[in-house]
């Protein structure tokens, strides 16, 4: 029998399954994802295969979550950002000083104007300098010139001035977005590069455990939109995968449940994901999704993303009390099950004044060779320690504060980190799950019952009260959860900003969640407007965690709630449901009458007659898609076209011709050994 592997590596689980010629599951495998070395996890999860079915394999597929926890949570390697001619104003409004150090975000003399004219000669002498300044600092670059959508000349210079002085990989703007706006394009451009060493990193490590099994098949990767593409091109563009993860589960979850009209959710370790399905298809967004706070510019499943998984961090909020991620930490319950000698520190904190570092425990995370060649040796002290063991936190502050504040910064790099208290805990001691050390979830729940309250002033919990805090963080959970939900729905067509979703929710959430009586039963509200929720819509739940938390949520939202059949692996399944989709776009405007400009991958194109410069817009989009199609992995390709018009009435002129934007689609099943 030929068979199809799809592999899902998650913050959390790495989860594999072997499909059949049927579009069936013939066998599935879990294994812990180990994040210092991705070997180690997807081979453990190929274990659970026999041998002789491994040299069956036709086609490996994979998907991933690594770069969406990455978005949420803030992380990512060091990359050097180029931007010619954009203003200070507009690197702020990018959200880029957020994330990456103030002095790898350049402004430089360049750009072109909104028909491609130069409107700067670019600097390149001090692109030059500043290449070979950073070029040993950084994991790639990324560049993204004004407007470099309409005329990528100086992106391309850029990138070839790179190539000549560095061996790091450059991304440019114009290769991954249309769209105008320039701080949304600039913030696509640079989560694209920090993104290269992980889903290199990934592509690596599963290439060489197919090596090990003699697995002799294509590798592909699952895209944002779902769709299939080899690895070569997803190095070249990562930030396309930014939502494999999310994606996968998606079309896995449709195909398991056979449902027409749902709303599909995944929770992971890291991340909630929800997106809308109609008539068995997933939205897709053209105009970026949303990744926690964040909003690139890709083509992907309309996809709502938040900071909030079984291995969220549970902390304190001045403003909520109780708070729930985005931050991922590694469970009690986890750290206890692989490193059993913990259980005697955690018992030695109830016995010790409360303090902030309380479940606090520092392990390796990821090795991005740059990054560690970054540390100072301080630093480096502190990445020796943690070589064997997880560390606890308060014994290093005791012992050297200067490691300690080593490790803080390592943590906060990504390198490093940190265990707690976690909503997977909570479930061990209610006893929803049982699957790590249920001992060490309790040991750390009444340590930060003990901590909240004494620290923080928070909960009235009795002393040694495992059961009650849990309850309460369970609780919390499950509102999250619905609150998700909705935002979710009020976020499906992108008609709202996030404050005013934000509050519209807030307000909606008080109407459509039901409160309910001490008896259990629904109270009765006397409130003359109600409103329900996707009443006909069921929520197909999928993820390890999906039976633990969703019945709560579905009875919470009145809305039916649907697990199917190996929800567990239903990523690892969407991964080889896809076929190679490619697109390429064409822009044709009217500057002035009787002028359209053709804007593609080189410098602008002029036309005197519309309908040429149309016909020449589709000749060039479909040998465009065609390439990327066949570059990507894919036979047997079949194209179409769209074309969408944006015209003005004119008092003067009538209709009057602004803007065309002509897209190719090429599609085509993924080439098998």
């Known amino acids: 029998m030929d068979l199809r592997l799809g592999i899902d590596t998650g913050g959390t689980y790495t989860d594999a399954v072997l499909v059949g010629d049927q579009q069936n599951i013939i066998s599935s495998s879990k294994s812990l994802t180990t994040c210092h070395d991705l070997t180690l996890g997807i081979g453990h999860a190929l274990a659970g295969f026999p041998e002789d079915s491994l040299r069956n394999i036709r086609l490996v597929a994979l998907s991933t979550t690594l770069s969406t926890n990455s978005v949420v949570e803030g992380r990512g390697a060091p990359v050097c950002v180029l931007l010619p001619g954009y203003r200070q104003q507009q690197v702020e409004k990018s959200g880029l000083l957020d994330i990456i150090e ?41 560049v993204s ?31 991954l977005a249309s769209g105008l706006d320039a701080p949304r394009r600039a913030l696509t451009v640079a989560l694209n590069a920090r993104m290269v060493p992980i889903i290199h990193e990934l592509i690596r490590s599963m290439q060489k455990i197919m090596q090990d099994k003699r697995i002799e098949a294509p590798l592909m990767m699952v895209k944002g939109d779902g769709s299939l593409i080899n690895v070569e091109t997803a190095l070249k563009q990562p930030v396309g995968t930014v939502l494999s993860g999310p994606a996968a589960s998606v079309i896995g979850a449709s195909a398991l449940s056979g449902a027409g009209n749902a709303i599909i959710v995944d929770m992971g370790g890291t991340t909630t994901d929800i997106a ?55 469970p009690m319950s986890l750290l206890g099950h692989q490193h059993p000698e913990i259980l005697a520190q955690l018992e030695q904190q109830l016995l010790t004044s409360p303090n902030p570092r309380n479940n606090r425990f520092a392990l390796r995370l990821e090795h991005n060779e740059v990054m560690l060649g970054r540390l100072n040796e301080t630093e480096i002290k502190a990445w020796d320690l943690l070589a064997d063991n997880p560390v606890e936190l308060q014994w290093v502050v005791e ?43 309790e040991l750390s729940a009444r340590v930060w019952a ?15 009260d495992a059961k009650t805090p849990s309850q309460d963080v369970f609780k919390r959970v499950i509102s999250s959860i619905s609150q998700a939900l909705i935002d979710a729905g009020l976020n499906q067509h992108g008609q709202l900003d996030d404050v005013n979703a934000q509050r519209l929710s807030r307000l909606l ?151 065309t934007c002509v897209t190719a689609s090429a599609t085509g099943r993924p080439a098998c050994a």
């Open 102 to 142: 103030n002095k790898l975000v350049i402004s430089l003399a360049g750009g072109h104007d909104a028909v491609g004219v130069e409107c700067e000669a670019l600097d390149e002498d001090l692109a030059r300098q500043l290449i070979i300044k950073y070029k040993d600092s950084v994991s790639a670059f990324a």
């Open 145 to 175: 010139s004004m407007f470099g959508v309409r005329n990528p000349e100086h992106e391309l210079r850029l990138r070839d001035l790179i190539g000549e002085l560095t061996d790091r990989p450059v991304t440019c703007g114009h290769e």
């Open 276 to 330: 809308i399905v109609k008539d068995g298809q997933p939205e897709l967004g053209f105009d970026g999704v949303r990744i926690g706070d964040w909003h690139p510019m890709v083509e992907a499943v309309r996809v709502f993303s938040l900071g909030l998984g079984g291995d969220s961090e549970v902390g304190f909020s001045g403003k909520t009390g109780i708070e729930i991620g985005p931050r991922r930490v590694v």
């Open 399 to 441: 012992t050297d504060r200067e490691i300690a504040r080593a490790l803080a910064r390592m943590q906060r790099m990504g390198l490093v980190i940190f265990s707690g208290f976690t909503p997977t805990d909570a479930a061990h001691v209610l006893g929803y799950s049982d699957h790590w050390n249920t001992y060490a979830a």
């Open 450 to 464: 003990r901590q909240m309250r004494h620290v923080y002033g928070l909960g009235r919990w009795r002393e040694g």
């Open 509 to 659: 959430s008080a109407l459509i969640i039901k409160p309910k009586n001490k008896q259990g039963g629904e109270r009765r509200s006397k409130a003359l407007f109600q409103l329900n929720f996707a009443s006909d819509h069921p929520l197909i739940a999928v993820g390890a965690p999906a039976a633990t938390w969703y019945p709560q949520a579905a009875e919470l939202l009145n809305i039916e709630l649907v697990l199917p059949p190996n929800a567990g692996v239903a990523n690892a399944f969407g991964a080889v449901m896809g076929s190679v989709v490619q697109r390429a776009h064409v822009i044709i405007t009217q500057p002035k009458n009787g002028l359209f400009l053709l804007y593609g991958k080189s410098a602008p194109r002029k036309f005197s007659d519309l309908q040429k410069a149309v016909a020449s817009a589709e000749d060039i989009a479909l040998k465009e898609a065609t390439a990327l199609a066949t570059a990507a992995g894919a036979e047997m390709i079949e194209t179409s076209l769209t074309r969408a018009d944006n015209h003005v009435e004119h008092d003067i002129d009538g209709d009057l011709f602004l803007e």
